[in-house]
């Protein structure tokens, strides 16, 4: 896949509509039955299982990938499912001539390469392995799960998280209206509609 305006591409808040997942998980340190479980390979698939906004040019994400595993088969008993939760937000590029996504997390500094299988202006699907850490059986487990998401694009006019976030100042006017610079009071007005009101001394 060409990378030319890819980043312009994938600007926006997508859902995450369904997903396919898989990770080897090492239960083998389990007091008396971990030797009989060793291994345990957890895979499946997800509908409706989170979403992920990409800002462009600001190059900042945000993610969570948020679903339950199918059953899980230990030996002879079937286990319940097991919630999955991995959110993250950071820093994000376009690299590998435009067919992968690397993320930065902002908290641990972690990078994450995800391959752009698939990319239209609405519709997207890109693979990677994160890590990730749950409990499972009362054990806090670390480890690392492959996923494949297929991406849908909201409404150019969903308002995100960033624009959500975002307050800016528009101008500074005194109480009658006038952009004067002079000592008073002054109305600080911002692209939100709110209004901080200030008392400038020189």
Known sequence: MQGQGNESTLNGT?????LEYSTDIDLSFIPQIGPLIGTQTIAGEANDAGQWTFQYPEYLYDN???????????????APSIPIDISSNGTWEIINNGNTISTTDALTGLT????IDVLFDEFAIISG???????ILGYDINSEIELELQLQKQPASSLNSFTLNQKNLITIVDVIGKNIHQN???????NDGSVE???IVD
Request: proline share 2%; hydrophobic share 35%.
């Open 197 to 199: 009101k200030k008392y």
């Open 129 to 135: 392995t994160v890590g990730f850490n749950q409990n």
């Open 64 to 78: 969570n990938v948020s679903f339950n595993t199918e059953p899980i088969t230990i030996l002879t008993f079937e």
């Open 184 to 190: 008073g009071l002054k109305l600080y007005i911002y």
């Open 14 to 18: 997508w859902d995450i509509i369904s």
């Open 112 to 115: 994450s390469d995800y391959e």
